[in-house]
């Protein structure tokens, strides 16, 4: 097969069974190949469409600029995507964010504001920091701007409607019990739910420590405790894209829950995964004990674990975390013989 460009290379991700957890519960819990997308992770489907709808609406004009704020992920989808098309990004980021993450978006040819991290409520928060600099561009780049948006722009969202729902629906042959995630800027979870929940299927929601959603769907107040390593997840309001989302179950995973799921799926299965996808298949976990053995239930493998090399995959970062570091990864056996 061949496609005629970046954007139709994006997306129809294979479905890949993740055998420990599938074993050890009784169900068949599956993992969606995100990071299989050209940018190595699920948001180049938000991506696409947030710069699809911007185009249809006259907003975002022929070597226009894109604006965004974001924790790496879709800056890298919107840079590469926008490349593909002619358009050129500016990109500002947490400088908490991995390093690994800000030199994927420097080679795709985004400019990058780091600053430092700030919550949503503070005036210079990456995200509100972006929109201003989206509104002082619109005025000085020769082809205007846009501001993406991703958290408020449910262009986002639709992606998921579109691609992600329909795709699960038709990989499994609608044998789906179940659907999981985590949430960033919702646009995954409350997008394959308009697709599913209609049809019968439970839709969860997997939160992060230090994320609000689990306390606002299990006690309506939007309120956090702990933190977490993962990057990319973990909301403290409600997003345009989590508007009218409704779960049919919540839990919380901790970083060490999560963490040893993705060394193991590494060291077992091969798959070498970011922080997100572990607190998702600790989520499927924790779901397919709730639904009972003999469920499908399906989840997110959302980004390549080389983009967190120095950290989740860094036994000296672990060990300042005081997180568990596999054995493999450190210490003696490890050196060449
Ligand atoms: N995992 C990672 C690594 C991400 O970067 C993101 C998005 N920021 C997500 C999960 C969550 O996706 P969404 O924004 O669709 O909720």
Redesign the pocket.
């Known amino acids: 097969m061949t496609h005629e460009n970046l954007a139709a290379a994006i997306g129809n991700t294979p479905l890949i069974r993740l055998n420990q957890v599938s074993d050890a519960t009784g169900c068949e819990i599956l993992g969606k190949a995100e990071f299989l997308n050209p940018g190595q992770?699920?948001?180049d489907r938000?991506a696409l469409y947030i710069i699809r709808a911007a185009i249809a609406s006259g907003e975002l004009k022929p070597g226009g600029t894109i604006v965004e704020g974001?924790?790496?992920?879709?800056g890298i989808g919107l840079s590469l995507v926008g490349a593909s098309m002619g358009f050129k990004s500016v990109i500002v980021i947490p400088d908490s964010q991995s390093q690994e993450k800000k030199d994927m978006l420097r080679l795709a040819g985004a400019t990058l504001v780091e600053v430092p991290p700030k919550p949503y409520r503070d005036d210079n928060n990456y995200i509100k920091y972006a929109a201003r600099l989206a509104t002082e561009l619109t005025k000085t780049e020769p082809n205007g701007a846009i501001f993406a948006n991703?958290f408020d722009n449910t262009a986002?969202r639709q992606a998921?409607v579109e691609t992600t729902g329909p795709e699960l629906w038709a990989q499994t042959d609608g044998k789906i019990d179940g659907f999981i995630?985590?949430?960033?800027?919702?646009?995954?979870?409350a997008g394959v739910a308009q697709v599913l929940q209609p049809k019968g299927v439970k839709v969860g929601l997997a939160d992060p420590m230090g994320a609000a959603l689990y306390n606002f769907y299990e006690h309506g107040e939007l309120k956090s405790e702990g933190s977490s390593i993962?990057?990319?997840?973990g909301?403290g309001r409600i997003t345009a894209?989590l508007d009218g989302f409704k779960p049919d179950f919540v839990c919380q995973v901790t970083d060490e829950e999560a963490l040893p799921i993705v060394f193991d799926l590494l060291e077992h299965e091969g798959l070498c995964m970011?922080?997100?996808?572990g607190v998702n298949i600790g989520g499927a976990v924790k779901m397919a004990k709730h639904m009972g053995p003999g469920h499908t239930i399906v989840t997110?493998l959302?980004?390549y674990g080389s983009r967190y090399q120095s950290k989740l995959w860094n036994p000296d970062f672990l060990r300042g975390k005081d997180l568990p570091v596999p054995h493999w990864l450190d210490g003696p056996g490890r050196e060449v013989p």
């Open positions: 992770s699920v948001k938000a974001t924790a790496g992920n879709t991703q986002n998921h995630c985590a949430a960033g800027s919702g646009g995954t979870v993962s990057e990319g997840i909301q894209n970011g922080g997100s996808t997110i959302c980004d």
